[in-house]
């Protein structure tokens, strides 16, 4: 297939490390963060990493939508699925999260009806074929996601159908952002932006991250030429001394986004005061919840949610490598007592998540450096 | 009863779930009284997606589809 095999030629591939390596001065450590977790997975997948010259380095981001799901928020999703008459539908990797009290795949096994599903659309399906059951689904995702359980919600709306509510756990983009830009343990660079984020949103909300706090950030798509490009449009603007927003990914996102996707986002959604974030904590206006006109769509609403905050587990340092303080296997517990196929930390579950790439893909590389 | 952790996303494709994954998909036939189009992935697999945020669309097209939604036409250089 053209459209891909052409960003993922070794020869091409050598040409821009190449360049990057003359781009960067020597005896400056370089920190990028690839904020999205797709990227993440690119990089492991594909060895991105092993291109770079060894002053650059790649920090893993928030944007795992999995990842950052608090306990708590897992806790109130079980205890919906475990109420009469529920059907709890969600996305594969969420039924492997641990909450406090186990996962739902554990609540599946004990007796609820707990279903994967890959678009919210199959769980309004499913709401169609069981009138007389309550269906669940547990939303969650960036903006990318967002507009799919939106317009998912519009249809029920449209349809009259009455069984159906969404558990609402999506999050926006920018606040985390700005949050990890403020926070103090921080030192980066410049960003790798998300790209199918910025397919609905666009490149416009990240100028601040160039005008306020004087980073250069590039939207990137996924391909290893892409990351590679976008590393070195970095590397080149840091070099230039010039800083500013960049769209590595201009063949998929327009620079003003998806209009209609936002308009469906804005007429169904409205920021949440606060919400909380594993590891990160508490970010205002960075989640989303229903707006009164889909009230009656809204989970939260129609069923008892605990709502009680969990910390998360003494072991688990996905926060500080969520911010990338710490690299996944410096985690005490990375690869020991948390493995994808028992996961402490949410970095674990998600293939997205930093910890399970690089458990993944990038085990066999630490094993490299360590000998 | 099929084993419910082998439905989980494997770590060779990535997520569904994620934030920031999405497929590219040919359209195969639309209807547009739905707002549907039944989508066709490279690996032959099909599914009906929701088209309602992007330009019409007609059989042939690609489209990058995230979570059974449309989220661009994919303008295909060459
Ligand atoms: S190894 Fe596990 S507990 Fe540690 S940061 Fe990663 S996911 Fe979290």
């Not at chain 2, 989980?8 to 547009?32: K, Q």
Request: hydrophobic share 40%.
């Amino acid at each position: 297939m053209k459209f891909v095999d052409e960003y993922r030629d070794a020869h091409l591939g050598q040409v821009l490390a190449g360049e990057i390596l003359a781009t960067v001065e020597p005896g400056r450590h370089y920190k990028v963060m690839e904020v999205c977790g797709g990227h993440t997975h690119s990089i492991y997948k594909y060895g991105i990493d092993d291109l770079l010259p060894a002053n650059v380095e790649l920090v893993h981001g928030p944007g795992c939508p999995v990842c950052v799901i608090p306990m708590g928020r897992v806790d109130d999703g079980i205890a919906i699925a475990h109420e009469p008459g529920v059907i709890f539908t969600c996305f594969g990797d969420m039924l492997r999260v641990p909450g406090s009290r186990g996962t739902l795949l554990e609540a599946k096994a004990a007796g609820a009806d707990v279903r994967m599903v890959y678009s919210p659309l199959d769980a309004l399906r499913i709401a169609k074929q069981n009138p007389d059951r309550e269906v669940v689904f547990f939303a969650i995702g960036f903006e990318t996601t967002a507009p799919s359980t939106a317009l998912t919600l519009m249809r029920a709306k449209a349809e009259g159908i009455r069984n159906f509510t969404c558990f609402c756990n999506h999050v926006t983009i920018v606040p985390p952002l700005k949050a990890l830009l403020e926070s103090p343990d921080l030192r980066l660079d410049g960003f790798i932006g998300p790209g199918h984020v910025s397919t609905v949103v666009g490149a416009r909300p990240f100028e601040f991250i160039p005008a306020d706090y004087g980073k250069p950030i590039v939207i990137s798509g996924f391909e290893p030429l892409d990351l590679l490009q976008s590393v070195y449009m970095i590397l080149l603007q840091l070099r230039e001394e010039r800083c500013q927003v960049e769209n590595q990914y201009k063949r998929v996102v327009p620079y003003d986004g998806n209009p209609q996707a936002l308009r469906v986002l804005a007429e169904v959604f409205e920021l949440r005061p606060h919400f909380e974030w594993r590891g990160l904590g508490f970010i205002s206006h960075s989640g989303l919840k229903l707006n009164d006109g889909f009230a009656d769509y809204d989970a939260e609403l129609r069923f008892p949610v605990p709502g009680i905050r969990v910390a998360d587990p003494k072991a688990c340092q996905c926060g500080e490598v969520l911010k990338g303080v710490i690299r996944p296997w410096e985690c005490k517990v990375f690869g020991t007592a948390c493995t994808p196929e028992r996961p402490i930390g949410t970095c674990m579950v998600s293939s997205e998540g930093a910890c399970a790439a690089y458990y993944n893909f990038g085990r066999f590389a630490r094993e490299r450096e360590v000998v | 009863m099929t084993d419910p952790l082998a439905i989980v996303c494997d770590h060779e494709h990535g997520c569904i779930t994620c934030g920031d994954e999405a497929m590219a998909m040919r359209v195969v036939r639309v209807d547009e009284a739905r707002a549907l189009a039944l989508c066709e992935a490279e690996g032959g697999e099909r599914s009906s997606v929701e088209i309602g945020l992007v330009d019409p669309v007609t059989p042939g097209d690609r489209v990058l589809v995230h979570a059974g939604t449309a989220l661009q036409l994919l303008e295909l250089a060459g």
